[in-house]
């Protein structure tokens, strides 16, 4: 089956070598300048597929595209609706595109459970826990009146005060431990 091909192969530790090098140069750019930049994703990317092509045949390419889809698409609401940055669902994809939808789905909840911790720790550190929770119960709402309505009520939805800036960080601190978290748990379940 298409799903299983980047999971079931004798070369798991490369794929997952790749993602932990490409995200480790991603996080120390979105640490230093706060952007992660196009030469490294769309690279990745490329690579990623034809990683996938050569080792596979189209369903490989077929599971590259669905890890791809798995890993960009909550950044890539994030980058729409809650000002999440458009490096992160960039690298994001590129990193699901080597590693396929098993192993993006393993690294999704890693990812996930890094940008939490990484989230609490910016807020605390920043000392603006109320206007954090206030931003997130605004745009909470905001999704939900959308969805209700299918987007027709958007407009006249709440929008947050201008004097709330919204709390930031760079996600790709959270995209390196992700992975690395998932790389050595995946690679572990396989030994």
């Known amino acids: 089956m298409w799903l299983t091909t980047l999971w079931a192969h ?3 530790w490369m794929q997952w070598a790749v993602v932990v090098g490409a995200s480790l140069a991603g996080a120390v750019s979105d640490a230093k300048s706060r952007r992660i930049s196009n030469r490294l994703t769309v690279p990745l990317l490329l690579s990623g597929l034809l990683w996938a092509g050569w080792l596979a045949g189209p369903a490989g390419l077929a599971d590259a595209g669905a890890g791809c889809a798995v890993l960009a698409l909550p950044c890539t609401l994030l980058f729409v609706f809650g000002g999440g940055g458009a490096g992160d669902a960039k690298l994001m994809g590129a990193v699901g595109a080597w590693l396929g939808v098993i192993n993006s789905a393993i690294a999704l909840v890693a990812i996930s459970l890094c940008g939490i911790s990484l989230a609490l720790v910016y807020t605390l550190a920043s000392k603006r826990v109320r206007p954090v929770l206030a931003n997130i119960a605004v745009m909470t709402y905001q999704a939900a009146v959308t969805a209700m309505t299918r ?8 929008r947050p005060r201008q004097t ?17 978290l998932a790389a050595g748990g995946a690679l572990l379940w396989r030994a």
């Open 10 to 12: 004798e070369w798991q």
């Open 164 to 180: 709330m800036r919204m709390q930031t960080m760079p996600y790709g601190l959270a995209i390196f431990a992700g992975v690395c």
């Open 151 to 158: 987007g027709k009520a958007r407009a006249a939805s709440p």
